[in-house]
Structures are given as C-alpha cells and as structure tokens.
C-alpha cells in the first residue's frame, strides 16, 4: 500500500504529550494497582484489566499513531512495530500491517456494520441476570456480591422480562437455563451481521479494539475509550442483580418502570458517545 506523507512532531512537543499520558494513566489506575498489591479485588473497577487482560503497563505505553515521526526519539529504537532512522521514529505500516492486517479489516467490517445500524435500547441490561439465572448457592462468577433480591426473585424477574443480547461476548456467559430465554442466538461468526450500537459490551470493547491495534491507534483515542468503558461498566453493574452498594453504587432496579427508563436515557448516552468513538477509531485506521 502507499502510506500518506508522515507528520514530523519535534521531541520538545511530542514529549510531553508522552509524559502527560503517563501520568493520566497512573492516576487512573492508581486504586487498581494499590489493590492489587493488597490482594483485594473490585468487581466494577477491575473488569477492564481481567476481563480485558491488557496490562497497566501497556495502557501507559504512549503511541503516536500511524503516519507521525517522532523527532530525536532514540528510546523506540527495537519498540515492536516501530522503526527508527536517523533518531526518528515512527510506526513502521508496512510491518505492522503484515502481522496485523486481517485484525484492522476485521475491526474496520465490525464498526462500519455497527455505525449502519440504529441504538436497540430494549434489554435493560438482563445479560448480567441471566448470567446468575437458576444458579445454585456458591456457583456465581460474583460470590463477594449477594443478589440485591435473592435467588429466586432475581430467577422471576429473569422470567418474566424480554431477554434480548445481540453480543456473543456476553450470551456465552449465559446460564445454560437462560439460554433459550434469548430472543437472539448470537455467535462469534454473526458478530457483524449483529453488533448494535446500543449494546454496553459493544460500547466496552472499543477499549479492546483500540489496544489491540496498537501502535497504529494514537493512545489519546484508547485512552478516550478507556474512560468510556469505565462509566458504561459502573452502569452495567448498577444494573445488574448484584448489591453494589458496598463499592457506593446506588442500583439502577430494571425490574422497575423507573429503572428500566433510567437505564435505557444512560444507555441511549453512551451509545451516541460509543457512535463517536467508532467514527474516530475508523479515522485513525491506515485507509
């Protein structure tokens, strides 16, 4: 392919943007690592590191994006997916696109099909219930979160609800009774043709998408993600049949006509929010 002319950033002013990623991300992360080295465990702040797997460490790296020199930035040199010359670094397309380019057509495909498609804001979150659906006592993903009402009111309200996921990463998590509770069948091979923008695990993984294309992704888009991923996990816990009230979140109660309205006004939120990054991230893709 014929790359378009690079941009040459001199260090004095691609340094800081480095520095101030750093240290963003540090502060960001600064509860996860503390506990961490204490052994404890978040159930709504640790999603995105162990669900995820992407280290800290990595989320620090900063990337300039494709099609940018960094001047005098000898510290790339061996960095994978760089090449420097001459003291000037910057990602090396041609290499990076060798090993990674079925990955970039694959997430081009899912969030162009993604963008096509209207905001569905009818399953109120019951992807989290039906993971728990029917479970018996110590067999929960959660065991340090009780149900906020019990197993058997939390198997009704399942019951009694519409199910509806459109995403395989979370119907894989169903409780083999929940299953044929879902209006949808989804499988990996079908995530095109069945991604929503409406969708809070949709929303999430363009934190995936973006770390996993590095270094093409300029890191101030994955951070962006990053935080957008964030503020959607606090609502899919909130939402969810676990009492959070330990961790200071208040529920949003689905099982309710206020909740169900409260969750779908949040939900319609983060997908134009979600919509907007998928745009940025297409943007920043080698064309």
């Known amino acids: 392919m014929t790359a378009p002319p690079s941009t040459l950033v001199p260090r004095e002013q691609w340094l800081p943007l480095a520095r101030a990623h750093e240290e963003a991300v540090d502060a960001l992360t ?17 999603f995105l590191f162990d669900y995820y ?10 990337h300039p994006g ?3 020199v960094l001047g005098d930035a000898p510290e790339y040199e061996g960095r994978t997916g760089y090449v420097v010359q001459d003291g000037a670094a910057e990602v090396d397309l041609d290499e990076v696109l060798e090993r990674r380019g079925a990955s970039v057509e694959r997430v081009r495909a899912l969030l162009t099909a993604t963008l096509g498609r209207p905001a569905h804001l009818g399953c109120f979150g019951m992807h989290e219930w039906a993971m728990v659906y029917r479970l018996a ?25 519409t199910v509806r996921c459109s995403h395989f990463d979370a119907y894989r998590f169903f409780t083999e009774p929940a299953r044929p509770l879902n209006a949808l069948r989804p ?10 923008p409406g969708c809070l695990h949709a929303g999430m993984d363009l934190y995936k998408w973006c770390f996993t294309l590095a270094p093409l992704v300029p890191s101030a888009l994955t951070l962006d993600a990053f935080l957008l991923a964030r503020e959607i996990r606090v609502l899919d816990m909130q939402a969810s049949p676990y009492d959070v009230s330990a961790y200071g979140l208040d529920a949003v109660a689905v099982e309710t006509p206020a909740g169900r309205a409260e969750y779908a006004r949040r939900q319609r939120d983060f997908a134009v929010r979600s919509d907007a990054l998928r745009r940025r991230l297409l943007e920043a893709l080698p064309a």
């Open 53 to 62: 797997r992407h280290r800290v460490g990595h989320l620090r790296r900063w």
């Open 137 to 161: 006592p110590g067999e929960q993903r959660h065991e340090q979160l009780p149900l906020r009402l019990g197993q058997a009111a939390t198997d009704e309200v399942v019951e009694r609800s």
């Open 187 to 196: 499988t990996r091979e079908a995530q095109v043709a069945m991604e929503q």
């Open 66 to 68: 494709h099609g940018v």
């Open 30 to 46: 600064a509860g996860h690592r503390e506990r961490r080295a204490r052994g404890e465990k978040h159930p709504v702040e640790d």
